[in-house]
């Protein structure tokens, strides 16, 4: 397998919007690296799957149930990706 290009930052408003759900803003925030070091999706992949995830978020934050329904989402998600980074941390290089 051979490296990737980190994938780029996005900046502005979007960049600082929130779910409200601390699991959801967390794996958000780690999304990019955490799959740059994993490997298994170019830059442009990583950014494309990032606004899915995140428009699909956000459209349920609005309210307590759909905030419950992230929440438990997220952890599943997180899971997912800490079990892809196996004994790697986020920001190592991919392999």
Known sequence: MTPLEPAREITGAA???RT????CDRYLASFRQCETTIGQHTPQQIDQRYARIRAALMRKSGTPEGR???SRSCKV???AMQ???GKRKCGDPPG
């Open 83 to 85: 079990a892809g980074l």
């Open 15 to 17: 960049a600082g919007s």
């Open 77 to 79: 998600l997180d899971r």
């Open 68 to 70: 419950a329904e992230i």
């Open 20 to 23: 409200g759900v601390p699991i």
